[in-house]
């Protein structure tokens, strides 16, 4: 505002911004508005930053709730998967147990086993790409029970190849992956089960998880190039 004195009179002058200087100002504020708005919407619907992959499932289990000799058995199985798959790298095909126990690798060959652990059969399972490792104690209900792991666990090691697009689910790993080879996992059952001919998953199994590798939000099992 600017005033202006004459001997006459005194007049005072107003200088307002244009209409459409306001219009477009007010456009601006609004539309600064609106992406704030819909970025707090977009964030929102976004996962979390640990999503329901790496989120501990239903059908999944924390290694650290194996009892009796169930741990033992479990690194066992997890620590064969290498000499499994050198194996079939020689010979083309998964190997059978025969062969593993041939190769003296334990849990297959028990010789370094606990007493409670001795007792396990093993079955070879599976397809051209994948198969599962079946394992159940035979021990399981004979007059001697101190050789007998109390859980009577049924174990499943699964490999996978995840080259391969026939091949059962779920799993850690993508299959259109180039520098995905290969998953693995362990699952288990309390008790003593025949070998489910379907889906692991409806049929109660339960997938061990290693402890902490969620947590770090990485993918546990997968081998890559």
């Not at 911004?17 to 219009?23: E, K, N, Q, Y």
Request: hydrophobic content about 40%; some cysteine.
């Amino acid at each position: 505002m600017v005033e202006s004195s004459t001997p006459d009179k005194t007049c005072r002058v107003v200088l307002v911004a244009p209409l459409a200087a306001r219009r477009e100002a007010l456009a601006l504020i609004g539309a600064i508005c609106l992406i704030i708005l819909l970025m707090g919407v977009r964030f929102s619907l976004l996962p979390s930053a640990k999503d329901s992959r790496l989120s501990m499932q239903p059908y999944q289990m924390s290694d650290i709730y194996l009892k009796s000799q169930a741990p033992v058995l479990y690194r066992s199985l997890l620590g064969v998967v290498g000499d499994i798959l050198d194996l079939r790298e020689e010979t083309g095909d998964w190997p059978d147990v025969g062969q593993l126990k041939k190769e003296a690798l334990p849990p297959f060959a028990t010789a370094f086993l606990p007493t409670a652990l001795r007792g396990y059969v093993w079955e070879r399972h599976g397809g051209k790409g994948w198969v599962d490792y079946y394992g159940i104690n035979s021990d399981v209900g004979k007059a001697d029970k101190e050789a007998v792991d109390p859980l009577a666990n049924s174990f499943i090691l699964r490999i996978i190849d995840l080259k391969s697009k026939d091949h059962p689910h779920p799993h850690f790993g993508r299959h259109n992956d180039p520098k995905m080879l290969y998953t693995f996992q362990v699952w288990t059952n309390p008790q003593t089960v025949d070998y489910p001919a379907g889906s692991l998953v409806e049929r109660g199994w339960k997938w061990i998880i290693r402890s902490g590798a969620l947590a770090e939000e990485k993918s546990t099992g997968v081998l890559t190039q």
